[in-house]
């Protein structure tokens, strides 16, 4: 089992800036990737980016790049979530997510961390 659990959500204005962090515990060495998605109200949750646990490569949504970047900490098991230039259509609720095979989904998750930017 792996355990998550992201901080760092808050109320920002718009143009702002915002870091999540999501702190990996359990059977970690299992993990293969590491994800952010986020779900507004009233839509489906939806994927912002990810980031390979061993090399770091990144992937990130049309709709962020640019103005988000993923980074990981593997001494303290740590995913971030760095957040730039935030608009308020970006409010939503932000998941991290752990996958555990190449050939899975992501099959562990946070509780989620509010995020609201007000304009």
């Known amino acids: 089992q792996v355990q998550l659990a992201e901080s760092g959500g808050g109320l920002v204005q718009a143009g702002g800036s915002l870091r999540l962090s999501c702190a990996a515990s359990?059977?970690?060495?299992?993990?293969?990737?590491m994800g952010w998605f986020r779900q507004a109200p009233g839509k489906e949750r939806e994927f912002v980016g990810e980031?390979?646990?061993?090399?770091?490569?990144?992937n990130y949504a049309d709709s962020v790049k640019g103005r988000f970047t993923i980074s990981r900490d593997n001494t303290k098991n740590t995913v971030y979530l760095q957040m730039d230039s935030l608009q308020p259509e970006d409010t939503a609720v932000f998941y991290c997510a752990a996958r555990t095979s190449v050939t899975s989904g992501y099959n562990y998750w946070g509780q989620g961390t509010q995020v609201t930017v007000s304009s």
């Open positions: 359990g059977r970690t060495f299992t993990i293969y990737r």
């Open positions: 980031i390979n646990w061993s090399g770091g490569s990144t």
